[in-house]
């Protein structure tokens, strides 16, 4: 049971080593195995066929084979499985940087008081952050006036028009 432990052990050390210095096979293998060798999948099928092989060795009347069979198949799924978590991790691409024009059609409120045909200031969230924008308006608006965007001529000024209720 002693070598399982050992093989469980050596993977938890690997899966750490690989955290530490990411990268560092597949940037060797140069995508030989399209991500299939890197690191966290050896690591993974390392770690699982040890502990495996150790429960199987130390729960049942089997032998080292049979322990070490049954541990590489579970190291294969884990191997399995971390490979297609590191592909998912890897292609998440959902995370659009928010830009000033998606700010058209929300509402904020003003920050300091618009004159008509002048500059005043309105509170908005751009990607869930509050964000403080120069605001121009056809009349005048109020401070804590309710507005909502109706354009972004600049990335620092928006045009506003008050919330009609």
Do not use: H, N
Request: proline share 5%.
């Amino acid at each position: 049971m002693g070598p399982f432990l050992g093989l469980g052990m050596a993977g938890i050390v690997l899966l750490a080593f690989s955290l530490a210095f990411d990268g560092l096979l597949e940037g060797a293998l140069d995508g030989l195995f399209d991500g299939w060798l890197s690191l966290p999948v050896i690591a993974g099928f390392v770690s699982m066929l040890g502990f495996t092989g150790a429960i199987v060795l130390g729960t049942t009347g089997l032998g080292p084979g049979a322990a070490a069979a049954a541990g590489a198949l579970a190291g294969a799924g884990a191997g399995g499985l971390t490979y297609r978590v590191c592909r998912a991790l890897a292609r998440d691409d959902g995370g659009a940087a928010p830009r000033t024009s998606g700010l058209v059609g929300s509402a904020g409120f003003v920050v300091t008081a618009v004159p008509a045909g002048g500059y005043g200031e309105v509170l908005l969230r751009l990607g869930g952050q509050p964000v403080k924008y120069a605001a121009i308006a056809e009349g005048p608006l109020a401070t804590g006036a309710e507005v909502w965007v109706t354009g972004t001529p600049s990335s620092t000024l928006v045009s506003v028009r008050a919330v009609e209720r």
